[in-house]
């Protein structure tokens, strides 16, 4: 693969290749490739379930004292995904993010990227939502 005259290797100081130049026209040829290889790199990952806020969600379950029971419930008020009990949905459409013994929950919707927070108050529960920007 060293050899192809159209290809000129660009060595570090140790002698490993660290870049190469190619002719503009076979350039022009890969682009569009290599910009579809970038976009694949630079995707954010997929958000997946930390440990550290259910960990939180338990504390606040245990010292639960406000003038309603807990509900599991999760809406997402941009793209209506619902859901019953976002721990035991198997499609896990939320993601829970965040939570604290105050009662704050935050839930990241998977289907648009929505944040919903849900306040806990002592006789209500507020919900505020972030969508984000197209
Ligand atoms: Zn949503």
Redesign the pocket.
Known sequence: MLDNPLLQYVTDAKGNVASVIIPWSLWEKMEPKVRKLLEVESTPQEITQAAGPLASFDELMQFWDFKYPYSPSVT??????TTADWRNDPSQ?FVLTNANIGGLLVFY??????T?RQKHFHKHMAVEHT?PKA
């Open positions: 997402c008020p941009h793209c209506s995904a459409p919707c998977r289907a648009c990227g929505t919903i969508t």
